[in-house]
């Protein structure tokens, strides 16, 4: 391990607005009273990688609590670190494996589910690491509050497909779905929030899908 990432990992100990591993399981069902200090909406961003739209997130809305989600602490200091040095005080990321969701999260305790460029895991044989498979979805449908809304923004065209086709088999709420988010009538301000890669993808010409459902 390198130098610069051994360090980034004992800096991000000592970051107030990070919470690693076991230590975030006494705030299950508790973020917004005991971490936030607040009863405003939580609102999670999963796979947040440097927390780019997360902390962005955070400057949109004040009045909510943003969390984002990773395993890899190299990558969340960064996005921790700008929203300690820019006080962005409603940002915070939790490091660990998002298929531990449940441990972390009470019932009904999210608004609101981002999933921005994950992984798309296309080989059928890692079809159940897709964060939009069932046995995710069924994770998120126990956390989310009623009419709760899920966004996935990927440039990956067979994370879409699949993804719209576990929406229709699951019978869920559909509200957008766009294959060229940039050429349609939804890029708002927020769905306009850029992440590095997403710039990268988009210099390449590449489309940017985006779908919003819920689970009622």
Known sequence: M???KLKRFAEVDTFSNVVQLDAGKPYKGKWGTDFFKNNNPVVLELACGKGEYTVSLGRLFPQKNFIGIDYKGN???RGAKTALENGVNNVGFLRIQIETILDYFGDAEVDEIWITFPDP???LSREKKRLTSSRFLEK???ILKPGGHVNL???NDGLHVYTAEKIDEH???LYIKTEDLYCS?????VLSIKTYYEKKYLQSNKNINYLKFSFE
């Open 2 to 4: 390198g130098k610069d």
């Open 75 to 77: 990558r969340i200091w």
């Open 121 to 123: 895991q296309p080989q």
């Open 140 to 142: 998120y449908k126990q």
């Open 153 to 155: 923004k990927t440039d």
């Open 171 to 173: 019978g869920l709420k």
């Open 185 to 189: 009538e939804f890029a708002d301000e």
